[in-house]
């Protein structure tokens, strides 16, 4: 893996290049999508599938030339978006360049050029580009962490819920497509057929990049999950998604009018498709924060028809800062799907990997470790019906009994442990992460009066 992270290295900084044309590091991300993905067909020697013209070695031949090899560029940019086959075309559909100086491509082709490809092998391009994506969703200045999920935790998820060969995987909210990866590499020994959606252009073309370096079959689609005309699901295998946050505003098209429960709340709409679409025994792990676990009205029929519908058998409480947000608490809730729509909830495992645990971010970053204990309190079945142990008022995983949860209103914000002052963990909150909560809560307040403003224009 050390060839890996050199390679990474050395790419990321290759952004120095660019700074003085005011590109971000999410633009350089996208433009070295189109560049790393010429590159390396010419590694694996998959350049048969490109147009004549269009390819790694046409760029360098005009090395020395800046002038003619952009002119090159753009029009190799244009014929694999508008004549291209399959992935290429659409990784190439409106590419738009962010270079404006020839001698910038310049730069970076012979840079990328002298790079030593083959010490990673054939198996490690993907995790090159991989690498690049974390590092781009690292950098606080990206602003790309929103839509990365911590591959320690990824993998942590998909460990829990051991997809395999011959399940149809889907994530409604794919991102650039780190759980189909991870789920890819999981039933490495057959296939499973992956489906995917992301609403945002440049995040689905990082997403079908990622997909096509690690070989994962599917479809991959750029959409909205949640509008009226979004993608019906059959019964599927496996759900496992990290939505976005938030409320869908009134100017996106209309929500769509399949799920139970009509709401602009976008993690309790994604949370209504995640179980909706799951067969009976179907898994599922979905990352919502911690709203979704207490808030009263619509929220608490969503809680109430799920833990019907299904077993709604762990909630993982995730420690903060590992996202970029630094504050957002959020939780990882895993069901399985049951055999009839009634009762399939008897008891909800709680597993607080918050409390007690350092402020994570990149002096103290997530790793594998830390996700250990919950794996081996959470047991070798992926529906969660291993024999379990309760831990107790001083460990960190406990079991509560449905009818309990019931007293609370189906409020599963369940808490126990005292921080090492002890004090409850409502009781102290940082500076950062009360400014945090306050932040969210003002978008979506934001987000909800411009739905109803444009609402009323209407009715006018």
Request: overall charge negative.
């Amino acid at each position: 893996m050390s060839d890996v992270h050199n390679i990474v290295a050395k790419v990321w900084k290759l952004c120095d290049i660019l700074r003085d044309e005011g590109i971000s590091y999410h633009q350089y991300v996208n433009e070295l999508t189109y560049l790393l993905f010429l590159k390396m067909a010419e590694e694996t020697g998959t350049e048969k599938t490109l147009l004549d013209g269009c390819r790694w070695s046409n760029l360098v031949e005009l090395s020395g030339d800046p002038e003619a090899q952009y002119g090159r560029y753009l029009h190799m940019l244009d014929d694999l978006g508008t004549k291209g086959q399959g992935r290429i075309k659409q990784i190439f559909t409106n590419p738009t360049t962010f270079l404006c100086r020839p001698e910038s491509l310049e730069k970076l082709v012979t840079e990328i050029g002298r790079l030593e490809w083959h010490a990673v092998g054939r198996e490690g391009l993907g995790d090159v580009y991989e690498g690049l994506l974390q590092k781009n969703a690292s950098d606080l200045k990206s602003g790309a962490g929103q839509y990365f999920t911590p591959r320690p935790l990824v993998d942590s998820i998909i460990r829990i819920l051991q997809p395999h060969a011959g399940e149809t995987i889907v994530d409604p909210a794919m991102g650039t497509g780190g759980f189909f990866v991870s789920a890819n590499s999981a039933v490495a020994d057959g296939k499973a057929t992956f489906f995917g959606v992301e609403i945002v252009r440049d995040t689905h073309r990082l997403a079908l990049m990622n997909a096509s370096l690690h070989n994962i079959p599917g479809e991959l689609i750029l959409g909205d999950a949640l509008a009226r005309d979004g993608i019906v699901l059959p019964p599927v295998d496996l759900v496992v998604t990290n939505p976005p946050f938030g409320s869908k505003k009134g100017a996106d098209r209309p929500l769509r009018t399949d799920l139970k429960y009509p709401t602009s709340n976008k993690q309790f709409a994604f949370l209504q498709l995640a179980y909706s679409c799951l067969k009976p025994g179907g898994r599922a792990g979905i990352i919502v924060p911690d709203n979704v676990l207490f808030e009263e009205g619509i929220g608490t029929k969503i809680r109430a028809d799920l833990m019907e519908k299904c077993n709604l058998h762990t909630i993982l409480r995730l420690p903060t800062g590992i996202f970029y947000a630094h504050g957002v608490k959020t939780n990882v809730l895993f069901f399985t799907r049951g055999k009839e729509d009634r009762g399939n909830t008897k008891q909800l495992w709680v597993y607080d990997l918050r409390t007690r645990m350092p402020a994570f971010g990149k002096r103290t970053p997530l790793t594998q470790k830390h996700f250990d204990e919950f794996e081996k309190a959470f047991g070798k079945k992926s529906d969660g019906t291993s024999k379990r142990t309760d831990q107790g008022e001083n460990g960190r995983f406990r079991c509560f009994g449905r009818e309990d949860v019931k007293k609370r209103g189906d409020n599963v914000d369940i808490n126990w442990l005292k921080d090492d002052a002890g004090n409850d963990r409502e009781e102290t909150h940082e500076p950062e992460s009360i400014a945090a909560m306050i932040r969210e809560r003002l978008a979506i307040a934001l987000e909800e009066m411009d739905a109803l403003t444009e609402l009323l224009g209407d009715s006018e």
